[in-house]
């Protein structure tokens, strides 16, 4: 098994003060590695990166036409968001086309990350809902598909047939069988895979196109709602969000918890799968940057790729005390 490589480093006054590890995997069309760092078959819980995976059967089955959904509810259904207005009224509404609400959700209550959602509750006495939680998108997707399955409403349980679907489209698009899964934040079985299989199932989404069945063209639908809407699958002030308008909707990311990110860039036909092994946001953020960067997606003089490529470490009165930046291994080495 090859071992992490050094992917970011924080440096002040010259000095190399952290450093993250990591590994990456870039897969073609055809499921093959065209590049790897570190372990491609490392297994991962890949967390909210393979929400549109969770997202297939919602779409596949018909559930998401028969519900009257459309592509801000399938943005939803992919989104970690931060609890904003523009998020949790949208997933209310949804709820309430289905005859239900925040009741009827398993994901648990979550302090908004949306600051103004979350002053408003504290000025109002009231505290987070459901709703508020950053997955409450994907739960409303796995609520109308059990309506549409005619399921229990223990719908976050493993053997219930909404996971037993989920499961199926996730060892499909991945190309194995799971071995195993964990809880996650909010409830929901993840399976796990290897990094190679995440970035092989966005690899698949990249290249799903109309008239390639049911699973391919839900695929299609998925990437092009979250292209299309990138504030709903994230919110301001986000690297999913800012990256996918960066991109102009030709890449669609997704960042998951314990710094996973995945990348699925449909005009290349190219899947990419990022985990760094210390769970560090700010370098999986840099990373997945690098790599689109690498990969001529995304264009290295933008704003945001400038801000994730070179992070300013900004000390309590403002000065800019150093960097957080991928190292010379992620940068260079791009044809």
């Not at 969770?54 to 592509?71: I, Y």
């Not at 796995?142 to 976050?156: D, I, K, P, S, V």
């Not at 037993?164 to 991945?174: H, I, S, W, Y």
């Amino acid at each position: 098994m090859s071992q992490a490589v050094p992917m970011v480093d924080v440096i002040r006054g010259g000095f190399v003060e952290s450093r993250h590890s990591g590994h990456a995997v870039i897969c073609d069309a055809g499921g093959n590695v065209i590049r790897a760092w570190g372990d491609p078959d490392l297994t991962i819980l890949p967390r909210s990166s393979c929400k549109m995976i969770q997202a297939l059967p919602l779409v596949e089955s018909g559930a998401a036409d028969a519900a009257g959904l459309g592509a801000r509810h399938l943005a939803l259904s992919c989104a970690s968001h931060n609890g904003a207005a523009i998020h949790t009224g949208p997933v209310g509404e949804w709820l309430g086309t289905l005859g239900m609400s925040d009741d009827d959700l398993r994901c648990g209550p979550q302090e908004p990350a949306d600051i103004p959602a979350r002053d408003a509750l504290i000025r109002a006495g009231d505290s987070p809902c459901q709703i508020h939680n950053n997955c409450s998108g994907k739960h409303a997707g796995f609520l109308t598909l059990n309506r549409h399955l005619r399921g229990g409403a223990e719908y976050h349980e493993p053997d219930h047939p909404v996971q037993r679907a989920v499961l199926e489209a996730f060892e499909d698009v991945t190309g194995e069988t799971s071995p195993g899964y964990g809880i996650d934040g909010c409830s929901a079985p993840n399976f796990a895979c290897s990094l190679t299989g995440l970035a092989r199932a966005m690899a698949r989404f990249a290249t799903a196109r109309d008239g390639q069945g049911a699973r391919a063209e839900a695929g299609a639908r998925l990437v092009d709602a979250m292209v299309a809407h990138p504030e709903l699958v994230a919110g301001e002030g986000r690297a999913c969000t800012s990256l996918m308008r960066a991109m102009e909707g030709r890449v669609a990311v997704k960042t998951g918890a314990e710094a996973v990110f995945v990348a699925i860039l449909p005009e290349q036909g190219l899947g990419v799968a990022v985990k760094i092994t210390d769970g560090a946001t700010r370098a999986s953020e840099a990373v997945i940057a690098a790599i689109l960067a690498g990969l001529g997606a995304l264009d290295r003089d933008h704003p945001t790729a400038r801000a994730l490529l070179s992070q300013p470490v900004v000390n309590r009165r403002g000065y800019d005390a150093g960097r957080i930046q991928p190292t010379e291994a992620m940068l260079t080495g791009w044809s």
